[in-house]
């Protein structure tokens, strides 16, 4: 049972404008919340993290934000450019999870930024 | 070596084989794991140790078995191969626990082919 989803398989964005990926979760026991980013043939990347005590967290170009009672994150990249294109996959962790410090990953939103 | 290193970085296999995926961080990090990537499934954890000596399943445990001898490798073995296990392996480890962070850093990845 997906318990991190990430409902749009991909994303097309102009370069300059805004990119917004979405990720909902299930489990309201989550309490850290990670962002990676994909490029092909390559591992994943840590990219920006929220605890849920926090409701945004910011670092350069990105910004994460949490809404806590809608299960719902979102990453804002402003502004997009064209290196900013690959999969950005939503993880999150929970202390009560039977896998120990695993992490939980959606399936990943593919990201197109266009000159 | 810096971060975590995979090997071999893609292998074709015959169906019934044995193969072990290996892996080997020199950051003295704790907690190690696998993960599979397959399209449109995302990240899958598979096994998991949180420390040397330990291991544990997680979400797609069959058909493999992975061992902690030392804090640095992991190796990820399939006993028999079969066609579903083609797939991208992913290994990574955190140093939760230690410095607190459940930020993971992954390898580069294998790519499996089980022909």
């Known amino acids: 049972d997906q318990q991190v989803k990430q409902n749009s398989p991909s994303l097309s964005v102009q370069e300059g404008r805004i990119s917004i990926l979405n990720c909902d979760y299930t489990n309201s026991m989550f309490d850290y919340f990670l962002w990676y980013k994909k490029y092909p043939a390559e591992g994943p990347t840590f990219l920006i993290s929220?605890?849920?005590?926090?409701d945004k967290n910011e670092d350069g170009r990105f910004t994460v934000f949490l809404n806590k009672s809608a299960k719902h994150l979102s990453l804002h990249i402003v502004p997009s450019q064209p290196g900013d294109s690959a999969v950005y996959f939503c993880a999150a962790y929970t202390p009560n999870s039977n896998s120990g410090y695993a992490l939980n990953f959606g399936k990943g939103t593919s990201l197109l930024v266009t000159p | 070596i810096a971060g975590i290193t995979q090997a071999p970085t893609s292998q074709i296999l015959a169906a019934g084989r044995r193969m072990t995926l290996r892996c080997t961080q020199d950051?003295?990090?704790?907690?190690m794991y696998w993960y599979r990537q397959d399209l449109g499934l995302g990240l899958r954890l598979i096994h998991y140790?949180?420390?040397?000596?330990?291991?544990g399943k997680g979400e797609v445990p069959d058909g493999y078995s992975v061992s902690r001898a030392n804090t640095d490798d992991f190796p990820l073995t399939l006993a028999s191969a079969v066609p579903s296990q083609t797939s991208v392996y992913f290994c990574?480890?955190?140093?939760?626990?230690?410095?607190?962070?459940?930020?993971?850093?992954f390898g580069p990845g294998t790519r499996l082919t089980v022909l």
């Open positions: 990574a480890s955190s140093d939760w626990g230690v410095s607190g962070s459940i930020e993971q850093f």
């Open positions: 140790s949180n420390t040397a000596g330990t291991t």
């Open positions: 950051m003295r990090h704790n907690a």
């Open positions: 929220i605890s849920s005590i926090k």
